[in-house]
């Protein structure tokens, strides 16, 4: 759970969240349950909220049923595809949901 001020500071990067979103044309639950995920579990360090808003897109999107490839997801955001491999499970984990097993 997050708060409205997580909201406020986080600004620009939701804003960032929802332009990748627009360029992979996600359905609106996704993009929901992307945001909810960047916002709860928001990283402190700037330079680690890139990669937070990745990994939230990909995961949201799985979740929502509305799945995007990590290169596709990678590409609208602007980092490498690893780092999207790298950091969905472990944003689920603290999210305190479970990832898929397949």
């Known amino acids: 759970m997050y708060r409205a001020r997580d909201q406020v500071a986080n600004e620009a990067w939701l804003a ?3 332009a ?5 044309g996600l359905d609106p639950a996704a993009r929901e349950r992307a945001t909810s995920l960047f916002l709860s579990t928001v990283p402190d360090a700037e330079r680690s909220k890139r990669a937070a808003v ?9 979740i929502a049923g509305d ?4 290169g596709a997801v990678a590409d609208a955001v602007g980092v490498a595809r690893l780092t999207v491999q790298g950091r ?7 999210a305190d949901l479970e990832p898929p097993t397949w």
């Open 16 to 18: 960032e969240l929802d």
């Open 20 to 24: 990748a979103a627009d360029a992979l």
């Open 54 to 62: 990745a990994a939230s897109l990909y995961a949201g999107a799985l």
């Open 67 to 70: 799945r995007r490839s990590q």
């Open 88 to 94: 969905w499970k472990e944003l689920l984990a603290e």
